[in-house]
Every structure is written in structure tokens, then in C-alpha cells.
């Protein structure tokens, strides 16, 4: 086969448009898989509309329906699995949020006005949102104008295209947002934040984990926390038994014995898509942790039967 770069244009101009029809279906299915769910593409995400060649996205309706926070309710579809109900939907995101300050007060860590926060994995914002206050009070000393580390603001990055849109259109001001792939990469520079918390995202991130600790380090400050929440494989037979329902739990179940449950191990892999499930042996997760930063304290049960770690860096 003739390699020298423009080779192909000696084919008539009808051949490469018909082997160019021929294969567009094709590559296109490729992407598309790859994107959603391939094993052996770092850099995943969940697209909006991912089965169309072309979407739309509609303008935010004028008057959205108001939760008690004055902030928008996002659509119950957008809830996942977090709860069936609006107000335990909410409520949910407070508890977590109490539960996370509670926790860095007794590794002698508050939160100040000038304090830059970065929730990986926001969703629809259930737990973000607790920072409105806080950002627009950074707003309104002009946190983040002129360039450099956001100072006063609060974040959220997430891997789902539609809850990003959602957020960016009804959250924001006073909350900020970005999309991020799999891939251990943030797009912000070294340093930038003081808080960066993570719920049940490691719980979906088994085979970049290290990675992705290196990188919650890279862009928080010194001195800064890190609050990640994981599955501990204690915690496997609570949500078997309690909460039998739920994706993880079904998947767990059907994918491994209860031999495999029980054995010594220092991690656990269901699934190879973006919503993997990752169960830890405790010192494990805590060994992987404190190859960067310093574990300071293990909290059980603080995000339903996951444990969470506070990390200094």
C-alpha cells in the first residue's frame, strides 16, 4: 500500500467519498463507545445528548422553581439516587455538608471569608449549594477579578455534561462550574483552592485513584484540606443489606461471591465504565493518601455507609 502522505487523493473523488460514508457510521459508534464506556480510554465523560450528531441547548426558563435557600430545585432526574423526595433531596446535601465541617473543626480547620472551595463531582449541587453564602459574599468583595486563584468562591467540576449545563444555568452566579473528564486533570493552576471535597466519587474511581489524590493535591494550597469519602469493604454487606435497590448494590451483588466480599483484598472493581464501583481496604486508601498529603482524620458512616478522610496538604 502506497503510504506517502496524499497517497489517498489518487483515489477518484467518488471511491473516497463512498469509503468516507461507509466508515462515518462506524468511527462514529467508536467515539461514542469509547466515550461512554470503553476500558482503555482514560478520558471519559457523560455527553449530553450522546446517541445525536447535534443538540440544542435551551435557554433557562425565566422563573425556576425556588427552594427555601433561594436557589433553583434541580429536576428529579437529575436527583440520581440520592433521594426520592425534594426536601430529603436538600436535606441530604446539608447533613453531608455538616457532617464535613464537623469533621475538619476537629483537625482544627474552619472555613473564612477569603477561603477558595472545590467540590469534585457536584452533580446537580446538592452539596454546593450550602456555599452560596460564602461565594456571594466573595462576590461581592470582588473575589477572582483580576486573574490568579479564586479567593472567596466555590466551585464545582463534574464528569456529567447535563448536570454541569443544569448548574451553569441555575446556579451560577454565585456558584461557579467547569466539566472534567475521567482523566486526572483540573483545569486550574497549583495551589488554587483551600477546601476540596469529594462524595462518592472515589467510590466510581478505582483505577486512577493515585493519580487523581496527586492531583487534589496539586491545586490545593498548603495547609489546605482535602474531605474524600470512599466505599470501605466493612461497608459492602450494610448496603446489601439495607439498601438492596440501589446500582451499587445490584452490581455487587451479581458481579461477586460472597467469598470474594469477605476475602483480604485492598481493593474491589465492578465495572470498567465512568460509574465503576471501588471498595478500599481502609489502610489501604489511607497508604495511597499519605504518599502526597496527611491523613488527619478516618470518619465512618459520614456520606450514608461511606467512611471519609481528611487530608492536609
Known amino acids: 500500500m502506497d503510504r506517502r502522505p496524499g497517497a489517498f487523493r489518487l483515489v477518484p473523488t467518488f471511491v473516497r467519498t463512498r469509503i468516507k460514508r461507509s466508515l462515518a457510521p462506524m468511527i ?37 422553581r425556588l427552594a427555601s435557600d433561594g436557589l ?23 447533613a453531608h455538608v455538616r457532617t464535613m465541617h464537623e469533621a475538619l473543626a476537629r483537625t482544627g ?23 452560596a453564602a460564602h461565594a456571594n459574599a466573595g462576590r461581592e468583595q470582588g473575589g477572582g477579578r483580576g486573574g490568579g486563584p479564586f ?5 464545582g467540576v463534574d464528569i456529567s455534561q447535563v448536570h454541569i449545563a443544569w448548574c451553569l444555568g441555575h446556579l451560577s452566579p454565585p456558584l ?19 477546601l476540596l471535597y469529594a462524595g462518592s466519587v472515589f467510590s466510581h474511581l478505582g483505577e486512577l485513584t493515585e493519580a487523581w489524590v496527586c492531583e487534589i493535591a496539586r491545586v490545593l494550597r ?11 469493604r466493612e ?9 438492596p435497590d440501589v446500582q451499587f448494590s445490584r452490581e455487587v451483588a451479581a458481579a461477586t461471591t460472597p467469598e470474594q466480599r469477605t476475602r483480604a483484598y485492598r481493593r474491589l472493581i465492578v465495572g470498567r465504565e465512568p460509574w465503576q464501583h471501588a471498595v478500599f481496604d481502609r489502610a489501604h486508601f489511607h497508604q495511597v493518601c499519605s504518599q502526597v498529603m496527611e491523613v488527619l482524620e478516618d470518619v465512618p458512616n459520614a456520606y450514608s455507609f461511606q ?7
Do not use: N, Q
Open 176 to 194: 461557579r462550574f467547569a466539566s472534567v473528564t475521567t482523566a486526572p486533570h483540573l483545569p486550574f493552576a497549583d495551589g488554587s483552592f483551600d
Open 222 to 232: 498548603p495547609g489546605g484540606r482535602a474531605y474524600l469519602t470512599y466505599v470501605p
Open 72 to 94: 433553583a430545585v434541580p429536576p428529579k432526574e437529575l436527583w440520581w439516587e440520592y433521594a426520592d423526595d425534594e426536601a430529603v433531596f436538600l436535606d441530604a446535601g446539608i
Open 235 to 243: 461497608a459492602i454487606e450494610r448496603y446489601l443489606a439495607e439498601w
Open 28 to 64: 462514529r459508534w467508536v467515539v461514542r463507545h469509547e466515550t461512554m464506556g470503553g476500558a482503555h480510554l482514560s478520558a471519559k465523560t457523560l455527553p449530553i445528548e450522546p446517541d445525536r450528531d447535534s443538540y440544542l441547548m435551551d435557554a433557562v426558563e425565566d422563573s425556576p
Open 307 to 313: 467512611s471519609a478522610v481528611v487530608l492536609r496538604r
Open 151 to 155: 479567593r472567596g468562591s466555590a466551585w
Open 109 to 131: 480547620w474552619s472555613l473564612e471569608p477569603e477561603h477558595s472551595v472545590l467540590e469534585l463531582g457536584c452533580a446537580s449541587g446538592p452539596m454546593l449549594r450550602c456555599f
